[in-house]
């Protein structure tokens, strides 16, 4: 970076250039895997309210990741939006996990789960709802990776 471009202002979020897939468009997919699996909204293919702790547990863990292996690298209004969604999706976390309802939801979820819905419980799904993994573990898909 010249020294120039160091005494520069920092453009306002607003002002600055949206082109194709910003880093905290990558993060929300992961924060919105997590909130799904808190039943805060619907899987977008069946339209069913699904309760799995371990999936949110799982969220978490890959927003975490993202958080360390972005160190340094972030915008402010990056860096600070990343941390605000690892609170909130911890948050709700342990105030479902304190509530007998939501126990309650997450145990009907887990024994009215089919034997592959149970597999691919905690994986990841893509934004048009399909399993991210067909293996052990959770995966990126790119767009045009399929």
């Known amino acids: 970076?010249?020294?120039?471009?160091?005494?520069?202002?920092?453009?306002?979020?607003?002002?600055r250039k949206e082109e194709g897939i910003q880093f905290l468009h990558i993060a929300s997919i992961f924060f919105?895997?997590?909130?799904?699996a808190l039943?805060?909204?619907p899987n977008p293919?069946?339209?069913e309210i699904f309760v799995s702790f371990e999936a949110v547990?799982?969220?978490?863990?890959?927003?975490?990741?993202l958080k360390q292996k972005s160190e340094g690298n972030l915008e402010p209004d990056e860096k600070r939006d990343l941390a605000h969604m690892i609170d909130e999706l911890k948050l709700a976390f342990v105030q479902a996990i304190r509530d007998p309802r939501m126990k309650e939801i997450a145990e009907r979820s887990k024994q009215q789960a089919t034997?592959?819905?149970?597999?691919?419980?905690?994986?990841?799904?893509t934004?048009?709802?399909?399993?991210a993994s067909?293996?052990?573990?959770?995966?990126i898909i790119l767009p045009g990776q399929g």
């Open 1 to 15: 970076m010249s020294e120039a471009e160091k005494t520069q202002p920092e453009k306002p979020a607003e002002d």
């Open 32 to 36: 919105n895997q997590g909130a799904m």
């Open 39 to 41: 039943g805060a909204m």
């Open 45 to 47: 293919v069946t339209g």
């Open 57 to 65: 547990q799982e969220s978490i863990a890959i927003l975490e990741v």
């Open 115 to 125: 034997p592959e819905q149970a597999k691919e419980a905690s994986r990841i799904i």
């Open 127 to 131: 934004p048009d709802g399909r399993p």
């Open 134 to 139: 067909s293996g052990e573990g959770p995966k």
